[in-house]
């Protein structure tokens, strides 16, 4: 395995060997590690001293069921401090195919010429790509593909990340060429953009998996690991109604984000949930998939393709997360409007969950009726002209709320709430608050714990064990759903990781990798400028109750500051 | 003496013996100090829990020249730090007759109903003001004059403030009745336009200046101060040419912002300089003034009156900050398009050294020509329109840069540069970062130092003494022109503070104020979340050379940490 170096000042590519330090270290670990020893944590997120970083995670390359995730990271343009986005599709298999442990992206661009990066096994060059600017992702993916061949992988930005907006993020091919798997928090498109790169096309036609130092310790360990898997009632519930099955659970816990974070249950949900989502699709049918897998080989197939009704496909997939930003936070109750707004920001390049808080915003200063859909798809077309308010959304919640003179913002270090209101889960919102990549559910939902999610004691535990756990499994390039088979596969990680590498790891590699991962993450934070004055949620979800259960966020500042 | 306070949930005013904490303490410091005491560091700068504070500085009440100004501070929209910004006029003087050593404006409105504030002998009162709400500042200062009577002071939003936008300020009449004398920087029209409070009408009628313990000592020092103010070369030139005369003085040592400090000396530079302004205010007469002064007993009168071609006032004062960014740069070589954007701002309630800022950064976007003034007339509309696009501009340069994706973007800590490049000027460079206030000259400018302002040397010691001073100062309530006199009358500081208080304070008084007042304010911004991190100027002016000498910002990182 090597790091490849991408200047995009010279515009040429160097290889070289893996420094010690990294060896061990992948995906969101690894990237934390680049962040401190290599860019300056004051730097300009969008200035040429920030990188751009690519790194497949730990057991990424031996299509593992869910691990062949590929990590994204730098000085987040939005957050400011450390930011990793990990996404499926075949971006993080392919790049290990050819031997790249971690690819840098550097400097800044003389010029206002836009390139693509080829990567394949004689190396990387830029090529011009001038031409295939200002269009939307699903017709650009396609015009790369037919020049490059049908093999490639691809990871590009759209007119959002071309445009600098903070919150773009950069897509990746799903394993039927969809470009829809997608990088997308933090506004680490805007970082790509700010280099110039609309695409790296990666063709690991010569390439081969990585080698297996035990070759049969490891299919041991994947074997148990996958039968425990597959046992999971989640995995059955995830590949029947994918993440969509969220909505009503979240309902029910009072912690559905439904106009602008005003109110935790939302009387359309039922017209949103896995269930209507599932029927829906059956009757449809066409080219409406009720189960479809994102990378090649995953066994729990949470993805789905949303067709309308003549079977026509609007997107895919269409997710949990999505559903509640675009859909009960705007009042929506209509899935095919919540899929039109999906494809819309998919093909700008945009972050849904980002843009839904940022519309939900727009609809709180009176810029849309909460539940008129053709409103959101209008101001999302404003993003897409480029107007002044279009780049305003463009920029998110946040930036949208200092914009329009709104208070009740969802963020944390400026980054959007994402479907789990923070007052009826609290564990969760420990995580929004205390995370080193601000708002977001990935880095260590709770809503699984059996305990009282209304309780402000006990949850920072519960928190900090989710975030250490999640930055394991983002060091390793594992989906989240994964842990429902590591959890009852006890030792196969540790096996997995002997079996492929021949180190010498530990039981507990899982949590020492996450702890080492946030330990990086939070010294380069605070050497960013950040302290425990931004480990807070915003101050209005501290003093504003949620309908139905009426309680504020209340864990003790304290106990944050413990985290 | 008393604290005031108005919380404007209640309606009600409340009058406090002073603590002893803050008895020696006045304008600035006093603010530092409350600041620290009584609002929480993290708070929402527009939510319940910060405060809006009056406090004229301790001198204030007694018409010593140039001694009268009104600070006003709270927890900083712009920046979400400290914020202290001290105005002329007659506010300060007046709040000091009815006995106020800081008014306190508190909490959070339940309703959009807006109200004036009424204070007088008798106390204070809220009085509904629904009626008076949008409209521009000179229209609405004009109906409360009529409404309460003739002789009060007053200090008022625009509909900036209205809106909450960040680059919004608070006006004072002058002596003349002119509501020009401004608490611009910071976004504290902003955060009052939060508390839903239109204006605050003082009517000292019946009250009194301050007793003095030594009236004998005070008077003399007073005598002693103002006949060495009034031999300073300054005071005539000021009195001449007023802060205009600052412009070629700039271009000659290449630090005048031009077309978004791109450039530090400008080809119209005569054109809009003191010696020009002069000639055509002579020239015109009518209402026009080449002195004036803003507060009543002012020995230098660095204030004027800008006519048109047929005599009738343009806008008063018209000064050199505003000449700076509103003038050279944005390319504008005309004299009578920056009075009529002065004036616009004016009326719009808005700092002219943010709007400057944000204007040129429009400009380098492409959404004006340097040099075209109508254009930058139609920008400002957009503001008082209140289209997406004047709302980007009304939170100033840094949100119009994110909005625009412009990266060249003149702030520290979220607000403008002024109108002294750092690159050419280093010593004020070293103000603008590390000032807790964010990027201000008006916090130590360093221009009459005797050095060469190129040399990354040194000038880390000078905008230290720069900076105690202009802290001392501000809690004084002595404009930055007082330096002249008080400089070269020792002793006098102290005699005039033993003879108005009592109390025994040492020679040197002054940096121990500015000492005391920049810790505290240091100690707000760490607990807010500031720092060192945040002591820097823009990347981008590390890295591009600033013509005529080509020189970047090279002051040392750890000489910075130094401050």
Redesign the interface.
């Known amino acids: 395995m090597q790091v490849w170096r991408a200047d995009v000042r010279k515009r040429d590519v160097r290889q070289e060997r893996v420094s010690p330090d990294w060896e061990q270290l992948g995906g969101r670990g690894l990237i934390a590690r680049i962040l401190l020893d290599e860019i300056p944590?004051?730097?300009?997120p969008?200035?040429?001293?920030n990188k751009l970083i690519w790194a497949p995670g730990l057991l990424v390359g031996q299509r593992i069921s869910s691990c062949d995730r590929i990590s994204v990271g730098g000085k987040s343009p939005l957050t400011g401090g450390v930011k990793e986005s990990n996404a499926g599709g075949t971006t993080g298999l392919m790049l290990t195919y050819l031997g790249i442990k971690a690819l840098l992206v550097e400097a800044a661009p003389m010029d206002n010429v836009w390139h693509v990066l080829l990567l394949d096994s004689q190396g990387g060059r830029f090529e011009r790509a001038d031409d295939l600017v200002g269009f939307g992702v699903y017709h650009t993916a396609e015009k790369i593909r037919q020049r490059y061949g049908a093999g490639i992988a691809l990871a590009l930005i759209g007119p959002g990340g071309q445009?600098?907006?903070?919150a773009a993020g950069i897509q990746n091919l799903d394993k039927d060429d969809e470009p829809s798997r997608i990088n997308a928090r933090g506004g680490l498109g805007a970082l790509m953009g700010?280099k110039r790169l609309l695409a790296i096309v990666i063709d690991a036609s010569s390439g081969a998996p990585p080698p297996l130092v035990d070759a049969d310790l490891f299919k041991r360990a994947q074997k148990y690991y996958t039968e425990k898997l597959r046992e999971q009632p989640q995995t059955t519930t995830y590949a029947e109604y994918g993440t969509a099955s969220m909505m009503m659970m979240c309902d029910g816990f009072g912690a559905l984000p439904t106009r602008n974070f005003s109110s935790g249950t939302f009387e359309g949900a039922q017209a949103i949930s896995g269930d209507a989502l599932r029927d829906l699709l059956l009757e449809r049918g066409g080219e409406s998939q009720t189960t479809h897998a994102c990378m090649p080989g995953c066994a729990i197939r949470c993805s789905n393709s949303f067709a309308d009704a003549s079977g026509k496909k609007i997107v895919s997939p269409l997710e949990y997360e999505t559903i509640g930003l675009l859909g009960s936070n705007l009042g929506i109750d209509d899935l095919d409007v919540i899929a039109r707004l999906n494809w819309a920001l998919n093909d700008l390049g945009l972050d849904t969950i980002e843009i839904g808080a940022a519309l939900g915003v727009a609809a709180e200063s009176g810029l849309m009726e909460f539940g008129n859909g053709e409103r959101a798809l209008a101001l999302v077309e404003e993003i897409r002209r480029d107007?002044?308010?279009g780049?305003?959304l463009g920029?998110g919640a946040a930036?949208t709320g200092?914009?329009?003179?709104v208070?009740r913002v969802p963020v944390v270090k400026g980054q959007a709430i994402s479907a789990y209101d923070p007052r009826a889960l609290k564990g969760t919102g420990v995580t929004y608050a205390t995370s080193p990549q601000g708002a977001d559910h990935t880095a260590g939902l709770t809503i699984r714990a059996k305990v009282n999610h209304l309780d402000p004691h006990g949850q920072v535990e519960i928190s900090r064990n989710a975030q250490i756990n999640m930055a394991g499994y983002d060091t390793l390039g594992a989906c989240t759903f994964s842990r429902f088979g590591f959890a009852d596969a006890p030792g196969a990680i540790r096996d997995l990781l002997i079996g492929r590498y021949g180190w010498d790891f530990p039981d507990d590699i899982l949590q020492r990798l996450g702890e080492e991962t946030l330990q990086l993450e939070r010294a380069f934070n605070?050497?960013?400028?950040?302290?425990?004055?931004?480990d807070?949620l915003?101050?209005?979800m501290t003093?504003e109750p949620l309908p139905p259960h009426n309680r504020v966020f209340d864990v003790d500042v304290d106990d944050l500051n413990g985290v």
């Open positions: 944590p004051t730097c300009d969008l200035g040429p001293h445009r600098q907006m903070l700010s107007t002044p308010l780049r305003t920029n930036f200092s914009a329009l003179g208070r605070r050497a960013a400028g950040f302290s425990a004055a931004d807070r915003p101050e209005w003093i």
